[in-house]
Every structure is written in structure tokens, then in C-alpha cells.
């Protein structure tokens, strides 16, 4: 684990999203109150956002394994003390806005 870094855990964190996506959507998703005549091999409404999750948790598997290939230099330690407020006072303006 020697290699963990930010991209490793943002892929973790997608994968960890998109399980508790896949099974949170069918008690998210009403059933259609009526059927039309003859549509027995209908879709089912949770279909295409259990295909988007699925291809979330693909994607996230994907990001983990390249993450760990991945070298990277936090940046955020060379900054400045006029950086870093700077960019504190912005985030307080804009929550302070919101």
C-alpha cells in the first residue's frame, strides 16, 4: 500500500459509490402505473441507471488499477501562505453567497 495515493482512494470511493448506487436505484424508482397492451419484454425502469452504475463501478475498477502506475507531487505543499488564504477568503465568499 506503499503506493496509495489521491487517485487510488478517489477510485475506491467511486467504486464504494457505485455498489451503493446499484442497490439503492429500484427502491428509488417507481413502477409504472400502468402497462401497455403487448408489453411483456418491456425494459424495467431500473435498467439504464443500473447500467450506468454498473459502468461507474467498471470505470472506478479501471482508475484503480492505472492509480497505482500513477505518480503524482502534491502540489498544495509548495504553495504560499498568500495562495492559501486567498483561495480560503474565495470559499468563504462563495458559501457565504450561497
Known sequence: ???????TVA?????????V??????YQIDK???RL??????LSPEQFPRMGAVAFFILGVWYAVKSF???QKNELRE???EAIVN??????AMAVYV
Open 21 to 26: 448506487l446499484f442497490f439503492l436505484i429500484p
Open 32 to 34: 409504472p402505473l400502468f
Open 1 to 7: 500500500m506503499s503506493k496509495l495515493n489521491f487517485n
Open 11 to 19: 477510485a475506491l470511493g467511486f467504486i464504494v459509490l457505485a455498489v
Open 79 to 81: 504553495l504560499d501562505r
Open 69 to 71: 502506475s500513477l505518480t
Open 87 to 92: 483561495v480560503t477568503v474565495t470559499l468563504i
Open 37 to 42: 397492451a403487448g408489453s411483456e419484454n418491456e
